[in-house]
């Protein structure tokens, strides 16, 4: 796959605009014979698929399923198994935490410690308002303090992100965590040279914590995994040649976003919030991936008539999108959340392409097993970028 | 192409059962406008068909015609290019010989030496029998002889395998075989180095041959060529987290799986034994492949109606299957032999999916042109892996 080689050398500005709706999990599998989408009436998708052609994509490869992370990326053209996105970043996009080129984020749990050891690792499962107060005391507490800027960022329950902000902080690192309870706190060990400085800040600050709340009685210690810097990935902005801005209301897709050069907006929990934003920025970018959440969460619950109206709810804002009159329009999925599944996939995506220069494969109906027939075939999604782009008339001739 | 490395992060062990049954050579060339699967009457296969959903695979890529050997790796999910099988080996798997790490076998042939001369390469083609007296009088007579253990295995006519065991033996050899006849013998030579050792102790046997049979009027010599070590290819249960077994009685096909740690039986002749070893070892294993030899064989030997009937013959057994109630059933093969070729051919192999996680794509009949149709599309056989371990939920997920 060579597409970053060829994106830097074909990839030019122009004035056309690219509309990519991602209906998060939309892939499913039929109940009485008909998946969700087969099932859901969709007029205003169903009339595009007429007017463009379709295919199904692989988010990876046959057979693996992947997560939201991995999932996006490959549509985002980055090949999904060469940038691999550590969880603890994972964990701060999700909670909106701020992460800058170098900082070190851990994923990070209160514990009980009793008699050396710990004895819960989720301190009894502490509620939220909890959380929220220890991480402000520990915060002001390790204000100021030397070696590395360190702030937390309380989470659900006994749940709370962690990052370390400072020079030549390395993530090769054991989990600062004995992941069973009964064990002694083990410290954060460095795996490769470069992250002994990250290890030795990391334990100073677990014994700090335990000086700090010594005299709480549950949460009186801190357990760290998951360490990860933010990753090194080409910036969309020069790979592509795009002013690309993501349109997406859950933290943890703007925050992959940010992580590619996206522009991100605050945008209301509503499905109508998404398509007033792409409208009132539609002017300042020439790419925008908008992102539908509750297709994967109703797939999540298991719930299919709800994946049935998510589907349907979708469907009804199209026409909004249609109305700006975007050069290319896509409309597909990061991976597949079946129903019956009751969790993400490895089924195909369906996916469907708007543009003058598609040639219209008279599919008449958007769903899984009609997109199986259109004209794009079936790809690995890291190929969507590159296809968007063509039919955008934003890539040179590749050659002579 | 990254699956050996994902393989090793996402395979997990589950209680799900995997069949994949392998109709040799199943794919063929149209008589009177029908292949050999199209004239065929496969009620069992066309049912399944209709079930599950289907496809057609490339076993290296499209136009390249594959041996058994690079076509069965690829389809347990070997790269066929990067795991290159010697001739030797191949041929000591095919003769059932036992071969262990560090082994260097070679094929063999009985030739006929005068003044100095190789003046028949074949020794007049002498009768098996023969082979085998003169093979069990020189593993006597070579018994016991110092630097390496040396033992033959006669084959058909003048052919025999010949194993050498000892430690430090390198297969970069050139063969010592003058290819023509009228040619003096030409001794085994180390192409790298580390090989040396190697040349010693097989131009040393050479002579011993000689010397041994000196007073036999026609075989009196012996030729070797395709020196190949075993090759080091990861074990399929450590890869794959299975537990995996061969139902095979061809033993080129038992020994390739042997080579990748599946477990394997002795199975009769007849179709049926197959299955009934299948039944017998049902409750041991995890993933059974199956090998159906006929289709292949009658496809080499050109005969389009014992190709049909050999597909007839094995469609009647997939009740024996379906009644063990796998969670994933595939029924496709290894490569095509076109009856109307003669021989394997580079053309696609029908391949078909089964399982509760599989979407019906209401393919009605099982056969290349009806599979080319299929949901799962065209793909490299190597992704036929990951794709049963997904549909048997025998993956985690990739990423978060």
């Known amino acids: 796959m060579d597409w970053e080689t060829l994106a830097k050398e074909l990839?030019?500005?122009?004035?056309?605009?690219?509309?990519?709706?991602?209906?998060?999990?939309?892939?499913?599998?039929?109940?009485?014979?008909?998946?969700?989408?087969?099932?859901?009436?969709?007029?205003?998708?169903?009339?595009?698929?007429?007017?463009?052609?379709c295919g199904v994509t692989d988010p990876v490869f046959m057979g693996i399923t992947p997560g939201s992370g991995p999932a996006h990326l490959g549509l985002f053209g980055y090949d999904p198994v060469k940038y691999q996105l550590g969880r603890g970043i994972l964990e701060a996009l999700g909670s909106d935490v701020e992460v800058r080129q170098g900082d070190l984020v851990a994923r990070g749990n209160f514990a009980t410690l009793r008699?050396?050891?710990?004895?819960?690792r989720r301190a009894g499962r502490i509620p939220t308002s909890e959380c929220e107060r220890l991480v402000g005391l520990l915060n002001k507490a390790l204000a100021g303090r030397p070696g590395a800027e360190v702030t937390l960022f309380a989470g659900k329950e006994h749940r709370f992100v962690a990052r370390f902000r400072t020079e030549g902080l390395g993530d090769c690192l054991t989990d600062?965590?004995?992941?069973?309870?009964?064990?002694?706190?083990?410290?954060?060990?460095?795996?490769?040279?470069?992250?002994?400085?990250?290890?030795?800040?990391?334990?100073?600050?677990l014994d700090d914590v335990v000086a700090i709340l010594k005299d709480e009685p549950t949460a009186n210690?801190?357990?760290?995994?998951?360490?990860?810097?933010?990753?090194?990935?080409?910036?969309?902005?020069?790979?592509?040649?795009?002013?690309?801005?993501?349109?997406?209301?859950?933290?943890?897709?703007?925050?992959?976003?940010?992580?590619?050069?996206m522009a991100t907006y605050k945008v209301g929990a509503e499905t109508k919030d998404l398509f007033d934003t792409l409208e009132a920025h539609w002017?300042?970018?020439?790419?925008?991936?908008?992102?539908?959440?509750?297709?994967?969460?109703?797939?999540?619950?298991?719930?299919?008539?709800?994946?049935?109206?998510?589907?349907?709810?979708?469907?009804?804002?199209?026409?909004?999108?249609?109305?700006l009159k975007p050069?290319?329009?896509?409309?597909?999925?990061?991976?597949?959340?079946?129903?019956?599944?009751?969790?993400?996939?490895?089924?195909?995506?369906p996916f469907l392409l708007v543009a003058e220069t598609a040639l219209p494969d008279n599919t008449g109906v958007f769903t899984e097993r009609e997109c199986v027939q259109g004209s794009?075939?079936?790809?690995?999604?890291?190929?969507?970028?590159?296809?968007?782009?063509?039919?955008?008339?934003?890539?040179?001739?590749?050659?002579?």
Chains 1, 2 share one sequence.
């Open 221 to 261: 210690a801190a357990l760290l995994r998951g360490f990860s810097l933010q990753p090194s990935i080409p910036q969309m902005p020069e790979l592509c040649s795009l002013k690309p801005a993501a349109i997406a209301n859950y933290p943890m897709y703007k925050g992959l976003a940010k992580l590619i050069g």
């Open 115 to 120: 008699d050396g050891l710990i004895v819960d």
């Open 376 to 400: 794009l075939g079936r790809f690995r999604s890291i190929f969507a970028m590159p296809l968007m782009l063509g039919h955008a008339g934003k890539l040179k001739k590749f050659g002579a």
């Open 327 to 349: 050069d290319v329009l896509v409309v597909t999925a990061d991976h597949s959340t079946p129903a019956l599944m009751h969790g993400h996939s490895f089924h195909p995506n």
């Open 11 to 53: 990839a030019t500005p122009t004035d056309s605009k690219i509309v990519l709706l991602v209906i998060d999990g939309l892939g499913g599998l039929p109940r009485n014979g008909k998946t969700e989408l087969e099932t859901a009436q969709t007029t205003n998708l169903d009339r595009l698929a007429l007017r463009g052609c």
């Open 283 to 323: 002017a300042e970018h020439d790419f925008f991936y908008v992102h539908f959440k509750k297709t994967d969460a109703a797939g999540e619950d298991g719930n299919f008539e709800a994946k049935v109206k998510a589907i349907e709810e979708i469907d009804s804002f199209v026409p909004r999108i249609e109305a």
């Open 176 to 205: 600062a965590d004995p992941q069973k309870d009964h064990k002694p706190r083990v410290p954060a060990k460095a795996e490769a040279p470069g992250s002994e400085k990250a290890a030795g800040i990391i334990n100073a600050f």
